[in-house]
T-cell receptor, first 114, second 113 residues
């Protein structure tokens, strides 16, 4: 069973516009959520995270929103740049887990056109 | 090196053979993880090491999979009697103490023919 789902395999946006990547989860025990970014032939790199006690977290051009009632989170990138083109994974962790045991979504390929 | 290093980067093997995948974590990182990514799927947790012990090996898919870590550093993931469904990218990650900031290696692409 897929506990973390990214239903859009790909997203294409124009440079300067907003990119919105979505993620849904089914397990209400998840209480920490993360986004990772992956370029081809490289490992994923941590981007931004959010705890379930918050509904928004910002870091520069990246903002993550969490809607606990809908079990939905989204990553907003504003403005999008061609260098943002990569695969984006959302991930979730169980409450009380003190190590990096993460459940990942399938990933969304973001393409930002110049 | 500055990052997590994995070798080999690519491995092609025949069904039934054993393979060993190696991970060199970032120096000083006590936590080490193995994940795998099958085609079209997200990353799947396999095993977690703290130092040389593995408090969580719940993600290992079968007893054909084993892993060890020595000297609190290098880790080896061994797959015995490989099957075609073992074909995937195997990713190693390490972390110091802020666990959300896992640092991943580039992975080993395993193809079982």
């Amino acid at each position: 069973d897929q506990q973390v789902k990214q239903n859009s395999p790909s997203l294409s946006v124009q440079e300067g516009r907003i990119s919105i990547l979505n993620c849904d989860y089914t397990n209400s025990m998840f209480d920490y959520f993360l986004w990772y970014k992956k370029y081809p032939a490289e490992g994923p790199t941590f981007l931004i995270s959010i705890s379930s006690i918050k509904d928004k977290n910002e870091d520069g051009r990246f903002t993550v929103f969490l809607n606990k009632s809908a079990k939905h989170l989204s990553l907003h990138i504003v403005p999008s740049q061609p260098g943002d083109s990569a695969v984006y994974f959302c991930a979730a962790s169980y409450g009380g887990t003190s190590y990096g045991k993460l459940t990942f979504g399938q990933g969304t390929i973001l393409t930002v056109h110049p | 090196g500055a990052g997590v290093s994995q070798s080999p980067s690519n491995k092609v093997t025949e069904k039934g053979k054993d393979v060993e995948l190696r991970c060199d974590p970032i120096s000083g990182h006590t936590a080490l993880y193995w994940y795998r990514q099958s085609l079209g799927q997200g990353l799947e947790f396999l095993i977690y090491f703290q130092g040389n012990s593995a408090p969580d090996k719940s993600g290992l898919p079968s007893d054909r999979f084993s892993a060890e870590r020595t000297g609190g550093s290098v880790s080896t993931l061994t797959i015995q009697r490989t099957q075609q469904e073992d074909s995937a990218v195997y990713l190693c990650a390490s972390s110091l103490d802020a666990w959300e900031k896992l640092f991943f290696g580039s992975g080993t692409q395993l193809s079982v023919l």
